[in-house]
């Protein structure tokens, strides 16, 4: 990759929190068949969902005003879902940023990686802002000099936990399923658990505990299929049980 090339669509410049909340709003509303202002613009203002289509295109969940795969997991995931699935739209879209260096980079650094873009001034900060708090949502490693960079207000922790979803609507389970477990990890690593009871009887456990920036490709590829699998069986049962 040549860092000097201008890479010609800019990077996401809009709030990060204001993206969450997109998110959170996808969640609630589902994700329409065409993305149009006549859509968005009951929630966000003219110049914010501008900002909000333009990152959309940048991380290939739109194209153009049509929804692709990838929005309709990032409105379905759970919070560690979510972390997988960004870690994986990050890694595919900003390929002026070398990831393996962002452990020991400076601002500066961070900075001259940037301006392959075609940003600068204030938008290049705002830029810069977006990546690096969506980056540290992801929990990638990178320096307390990056961190610094990030602007905004942490991430909100929810309350309750997130509603699942049956025939595309948003529904709170009658019976508390099991959710993901927390387990200790290395520093850099991501771990996530869930138990999937079996309708014949017995669960199937799955653990997942990666560093995503030492996979390949293909291991990449696997570990999200397991993750949607176990969502899509587990949805299953839940329409069964209604």
Do not use: C
């Amino acid at each position: 990759m040549n860092q000097r090339a201008v890479l010609v669509m800019p990077p996401p410049y809009v709030s990060f929190s204001t993206f969450r909340t997109l998110r959170e709003w996808l969640g609630d509303e589902g994700v329409p068949l065409r993305f149009d202002r006549s859509f968005w613009q009951s929630k966000f203002s003219g110049s914010t969902g501008t900002q909000l289509v333009a990152a959309l295109r940048f991380l290939g969940l739109l194209d153009r005003e049509q929804p692709q795969q990838g929005m309709e997991r990032m409105a379905e995931a759970t919070t560690a879902e979510w972390r997988f699935l960004l870690a994986e739209l990050l890694h595919d879209s900003y390929t002026a940023v070398p990831f393996d260096e962002l452990p020991r980079a400076t601002p500066a650094m961070v900075r001259g990686w940037f301006r392959a873009y075609p940003v600068d001034g204030h938008t290049l900060r705002k830029a810069i802002s977006f990546f690096v708090s969506a980056a540290k949502e992801a929990d990638l490693p990178m320096s307390n000099g990056v961190r610094k960079m990030a602007k905004g207000r942490p991430a909100r922790q929810p309350a309750t936990p997130p509603a699942d979803r049956v025939e595309g609507k948003r529904v709170l389970t009658a019976s508390a399923e099991p959710r993901p477990a927390a387990t200790r990890v290395a520093p850099g690593g991501s771990a996530n658990q869930t138990v999937v009871n079996l309708e014949s009887g017995g669960t199937v456990t799955l653990s997942v505990a990666v560093d995503l920036f030492q996979l390949s490709e293909r291991d990449r590829r696997f570990v999200l299929g397991l993750i949607d699998l176990t969502k899509g069986y587990t949805g299953e049962d839940a329409q069964k049980a209604n």
